[in-house]
């Protein structure tokens, strides 16, 4: 996991998730972020899908199934509003779309998707476009999803379900729990 960190200010997040749409036009870039932020899924796992996996001639599905790579273990997840906004406003900018395509499709190899390496491009150049100085890369997308969740009172032992972990330590790690948090909950918590 290294030093990676959840995007934990809110507007720096904001600006994060939107510098492909407002700063440098780019759809699959911004909903490429969109979808990391909003599904809790690692980078590998995200670059495989494809547009079967999450919509079919009605329109978006409700929820997506996912076998990890890194795990074997399958993921049943909901796209939200966010997501689904995204994703459409990705759609809108490409000519043809067949259900076989990867959603974020490699410009320069057909029929693939961009490699990681690219998405952590992709992320990095965000990231430092909006200032940001603590290290980001493709896993903070996944560990600001959960630290933002947590923060809005997401048990602990859900967001592990969610995160597949086998352990709360690991999803503590995940969340990015600091002093500053438990500070916090100090302050608020006068009896």
Known sequence: MGTTQPIRNKKTLENFRNYYKKEENKPR???LIVFGLNSALRISDILKLKWKDVCNSTGYLEHIIVTE???????VLALNRATKEALDYYRKTIETID???YIFSSQKVKDEPITRSQAFRIIQKAAQKCGMKEPVSCH???KTFGYYA????????LLMSIYNHSSYEITKRYLGIEQLDKDEVYEKNVL
Do not use: D, F, V
């Open 140 to 142: 903070s997308l996944r």
């Open 69 to 75: 790579k890194k795990t074997g273990k399958k993921n």
């Open 99 to 101: 259900s076989e395509h």
């Open 29 to 31: 870039n911004y909903a």
């Open 150 to 157: 947590w923060k809005n009172g997401t048990p602990p032992a």
